[in-house]
T-cell receptor
Framework: EAGVTQFPSHSVIEKGQTVTLRCDPI?????LYWYRRVMGKEIKFLLHFVKESKQDESGMPNNRFLAERTGGTYSTLKVQPAELEDSGVYFC?????????????FGQGTRLTVV | AQSVTQPDIHITVSEGASLELRCNYSYGATPYLFWYVQSPGQGLQLLLK??????LVQGIKGFEAEFKRSQSSFNLRKPSVHWSDAAEYFCAVNYGGSQGNLIFGKGTKLSVKP
Protein backbone atom coordinates (compact mmCIF):
# COMPACT_ATOMS: atom_id res chain seq x y z
CA GLU A 1 0.00 0.00 0.00
CA ALA A 2 1.38 3.40 -0.96
CA GLY A 3 2.00 5.85 1.83
CA VAL A 4 1.36 9.57 1.91
CA THR A 5 3.15 11.17 -1.02
CA GLN A 6 4.16 14.80 -1.32
CA PHE A 7 5.36 16.73 -4.36
CA PRO A 8 7.80 18.29 -4.86
CA SER A 9 10.33 17.18 -2.29
CA HIS A 10 12.17 20.48 -2.60
CA SER A 11 11.24 23.86 -4.02
CA VAL A 12 13.27 27.04 -4.23
CA ILE A 13 11.40 30.14 -5.33
CA GLU A 14 11.90 33.87 -5.24
CA LYS A 15 9.99 36.15 -2.93
CA GLY A 16 6.75 37.19 -4.58
CA GLN A 17 6.38 34.06 -6.67
CA THR A 18 3.69 31.43 -6.31
CA VAL A 19 4.25 27.83 -5.26
CA THR A 20 1.84 24.93 -5.10
CA LEU A 21 2.51 21.92 -2.93
CA ARG A 22 0.66 18.68 -3.45
CA CYS A 23 -0.25 15.85 -1.12
CA ASP A 24 -1.64 12.46 -2.06
CA PRO A 25 -3.01 10.77 1.05
CA ILE A 26 -3.36 7.07 1.61
CA UNK A 27 -6.32 5.79 -0.38
CA UNK A 28 -9.49 5.74 1.71
CA UNK A 29 -8.24 8.20 4.31
CA UNK A 30 -10.88 10.89 4.70
CA UNK A 31 -8.81 13.01 7.08
CA LEU A 32 -5.98 15.04 5.63
CA TYR A 33 -3.77 17.44 7.58
CA TRP A 34 -1.18 20.02 6.65
CA TYR A 35 1.61 20.95 9.05
CA ARG A 36 4.61 23.22 8.76
CA ARG A 37 7.98 23.34 10.43
CA VAL A 38 9.84 26.61 10.26
CA MET A 39 13.58 26.35 10.90
CA GLY A 40 14.32 25.76 14.56
CA LYS A 41 10.71 25.74 15.60
CA GLU A 42 8.18 23.05 16.31
CA ILE A 43 5.97 21.40 13.71
CA LYS A 44 2.74 23.38 13.67
CA PHE A 45 -0.73 22.43 12.52
CA LEU A 46 -2.08 24.39 9.55
CA LEU A 47 -5.40 22.83 8.65
CA HIS A 48 -7.54 19.71 8.54
CA PHE A 49 -9.76 18.38 5.77
CA VAL A 50 -12.46 15.79 6.16
CA LYS A 51 -13.01 14.62 2.62
CA GLU A 52 -13.28 17.86 0.63
CA SER A 53 -14.43 20.03 3.54
CA LYS A 54 -12.18 22.18 5.69
CA GLN A 55 -12.79 21.00 9.23
CA ASP A 56 -10.32 23.28 10.95
CA GLU A 57 -8.11 25.93 9.36
CA SER A 58 -7.18 27.72 12.55
CA GLY A 59 -3.47 27.23 11.93
CA MET A 60 -3.29 28.91 8.53
CA PRO A 61 -0.92 31.85 8.98
CA ASN A 62 -2.60 34.36 6.64
CA ASN A 63 -4.60 34.72 3.45
CA ARG A 64 -1.57 34.12 1.25
CA PHE A 65 -2.10 30.43 1.94
CA LEU A 66 -4.87 28.56 0.15
CA ALA A 67 -5.56 24.87 0.61
CA GLU A 68 -7.92 22.81 -1.50
CA ARG A 69 -9.00 19.21 -1.65
CA THR A 70 -11.29 18.92 -4.63
CA GLY A 71 -13.07 15.59 -4.80
CA GLY A 72 -11.77 14.60 -1.42
CA THR A 73 -8.67 12.92 -2.78
CA TYR A 74 -5.38 14.77 -3.15
CA SER A 75 -4.83 18.21 -1.67
CA THR A 76 -2.89 21.27 -2.75
CA LEU A 77 -1.46 24.08 -0.67
CA LYS A 78 -0.75 27.24 -2.59
CA VAL A 79 1.34 30.11 -1.29
CA GLN A 80 0.79 33.34 -3.21
CA PRO A 81 2.80 35.50 -3.05
CA ALA A 82 5.54 33.74 -1.13
CA GLU A 83 7.49 35.60 1.54
CA LEU A 84 10.84 34.80 3.12
CA GLU A 85 9.21 33.68 6.37
CA ASP A 86 7.28 30.99 4.50
CA SER A 87 10.44 28.94 4.18
CA GLY A 88 10.28 25.63 5.99
CA VAL A 89 9.20 22.03 5.64
CA TYR A 90 5.55 21.38 4.88
CA PHE A 91 4.20 18.04 5.99
CA CYS A 92 1.01 16.33 5.00
CA UNK A 93 -0.64 13.56 6.99
CA UNK A 94 -3.70 11.40 6.51
CA UNK A 95 -5.83 9.32 8.83
CA UNK A 96 -8.87 7.11 8.55
CA UNK A 97 -12.16 8.31 9.94
CA UNK A 98 -12.95 7.01 13.37
CA UNK A 99 -11.92 7.68 16.92
CA UNK A 100 -9.15 10.14 17.44
CA UNK A 101 -6.73 7.45 18.49
CA UNK A 102 -6.19 6.19 14.99
CA UNK A 103 -2.72 6.82 13.66
CA UNK A 104 -1.88 9.70 11.36
CA UNK A 105 0.56 8.76 8.59
CA PHE A 106 2.94 11.45 7.43
CA GLY A 107 4.54 12.16 4.10
CA GLN A 108 8.23 12.92 3.70
CA GLY A 109 7.56 16.65 3.53
CA THR A 110 8.24 19.41 1.01
CA ARG A 111 11.17 21.66 1.83
CA LEU A 112 10.31 25.16 0.64
CA THR A 113 12.99 27.81 0.41
CA VAL A 114 12.00 31.37 -0.43
CA VAL A 115 14.93 33.57 -1.48
CA ALA B 1 -2.00 27.56 25.52
CA GLN B 2 -1.48 23.86 25.17
CA SER B 3 2.12 22.96 24.49
CA VAL B 4 4.69 20.20 24.41
CA THR B 5 8.20 20.69 25.73
CA GLN B 6 11.23 18.72 24.68
CA PRO B 7 13.98 20.31 26.75
CA ASP B 8 16.91 18.67 24.94
CA ILE B 9 17.59 20.04 21.46
CA HIS B 10 20.50 17.73 20.75
CA ILE B 11 21.73 14.59 22.52
CA THR B 12 24.78 12.47 21.73
CA VAL B 13 25.10 8.94 23.06
CA SER B 14 27.51 6.12 22.41
CA GLU B 15 26.33 3.08 20.51
CA GLY B 16 25.12 0.49 22.97
CA ALA B 17 24.37 3.03 25.68
CA SER B 18 20.90 3.63 27.06
CA LEU B 19 18.78 6.54 25.94
CA GLU B 20 16.07 8.66 27.49
CA LEU B 21 14.42 11.55 25.65
CA ARG B 22 12.29 13.84 27.73
CA CYS B 23 8.84 15.16 26.91
CA ASN B 24 6.48 17.22 29.03
CA TYR B 25 3.03 18.39 28.00
CA SER B 26 0.83 21.10 29.38
CA TYR B 27 -2.04 19.91 31.47
CA GLY B 28 -4.92 18.26 29.71
CA ALA B 29 -7.72 16.03 30.87
CA THR B 30 -7.11 13.09 28.58
CA PRO B 31 -4.10 13.62 26.36
CA TYR B 32 -3.28 11.19 23.64
CA LEU B 33 0.51 11.03 23.41
CA PHE B 34 2.80 10.09 20.55
CA TRP B 35 6.46 9.79 19.69
CA TYR B 36 7.51 10.18 16.06
CA VAL B 37 10.94 9.78 14.49
CA GLN B 38 12.27 11.44 11.37
CA SER B 39 15.34 9.94 9.76
CA PRO B 40 17.21 12.00 7.17
CA GLY B 41 15.22 12.26 3.95
CA GLN B 42 12.25 10.43 5.43
CA GLY B 43 8.83 11.39 6.68
CA LEU B 44 7.65 11.20 10.26
CA GLN B 45 7.24 7.63 11.45
CA LEU B 46 5.19 6.72 14.49
CA LEU B 47 7.25 4.96 17.16
CA LEU B 48 4.54 4.50 19.75
CA LYS B 49 1.40 6.01 21.22
CA UNK B 50 -0.45 6.14 24.51
CA UNK B 51 -4.19 6.47 24.83
CA UNK B 52 -5.12 4.69 28.04
CA UNK B 53 -4.38 1.63 30.13
CA UNK B 54 -0.89 0.46 30.94
CA UNK B 55 1.31 3.50 31.35
CA LEU B 56 4.38 1.74 29.94
CA VAL B 57 4.01 1.54 26.19
CA GLN B 58 6.10 -0.57 23.85
CA GLY B 59 6.82 0.65 20.36
CA ILE B 60 8.75 -0.29 17.28
CA LYS B 61 12.54 -0.54 16.99
CA GLY B 62 12.90 -1.45 20.67
CA PHE B 63 11.60 1.85 22.03
CA GLU B 64 9.31 2.28 25.00
CA ALA B 65 7.75 5.25 26.76
CA GLU B 66 6.20 5.77 30.15
CA PHE B 67 3.25 8.05 30.82
CA LYS B 68 3.39 9.78 34.20
CA ARG B 69 0.31 11.87 34.77
CA SER B 70 1.64 13.37 38.00
CA GLN B 71 4.64 14.77 36.15
CA SER B 72 2.85 15.48 32.84
CA SER B 73 5.62 13.53 31.17
CA PHE B 74 5.94 10.94 28.44
CA ASN B 75 9.65 10.12 28.21
CA LEU B 76 11.00 7.87 25.49
CA ARG B 77 13.57 5.20 26.35
CA LYS B 78 15.71 2.60 24.69
CA PRO B 79 18.07 0.29 26.64
CA SER B 80 20.72 0.02 23.93
CA VAL B 81 21.07 2.51 21.10
CA HIS B 82 22.09 1.46 17.60
CA TRP B 83 23.83 3.70 15.07
CA SER B 84 20.70 3.57 12.92
CA ASP B 85 18.74 5.32 15.67
CA ALA B 86 20.42 8.61 14.79
CA ALA B 87 17.49 10.82 13.80
CA GLU B 88 15.23 13.54 15.09
CA TYR B 89 12.55 12.58 17.59
CA PHE B 90 9.29 14.41 18.13
CA CYS B 91 6.86 14.16 20.99
CA ALA B 92 3.27 15.10 20.16
CA VAL B 93 -0.06 15.34 21.94
CA ASN B 94 -3.65 15.34 20.79
CA TYR B 95 -6.19 16.79 23.16
CA GLY B 96 -9.00 15.74 20.91
CA GLY B 97 -10.53 19.13 20.35
CA SER B 98 -9.86 19.21 16.63
CA GLN B 99 -10.38 15.63 15.65
CA GLY B 100 -6.85 14.55 15.56
CA ASN B 101 -4.56 17.48 14.92
CA LEU B 102 -1.33 17.19 16.85
CA ILE B 103 0.69 19.60 18.95
CA PHE B 104 4.39 18.89 18.57
CA GLY B 105 7.46 19.60 20.62
CA LYS B 106 10.48 21.19 18.95
CA GLY B 107 12.19 17.87 18.52
CA THR B 108 15.37 16.28 19.88
CA LYS B 109 18.15 15.43 17.48
CA LEU B 110 19.97 12.25 18.44
CA SER B 111 23.54 11.60 17.38
CA VAL B 112 25.15 8.21 17.99
CA LYS B 113 28.90 7.85 18.54
CA PRO B 114 30.58 4.63 17.39
Amino acid sequence: EAGVTQFPSHSVIEKGQTVTLRCDPISGHDNLYWYRRVMGKEIKFLLHFVKESKQDESGMPNNRFLAERTGGTYSTLKVQPAELEDSGVYFCASRVTGSRNTEAFFGQGTRLTVV
Amino acid sequence: AQSVTQPDIHITVSEGASLELRCNYSYGATPYLFWYVQSPGQGLQLLLKYFSGDTLVQGIKGFEAEFKRSQSSFNLRKPSVHWSDAAEYFCAVNYGGSQGNLIFGKGTKLSVKP
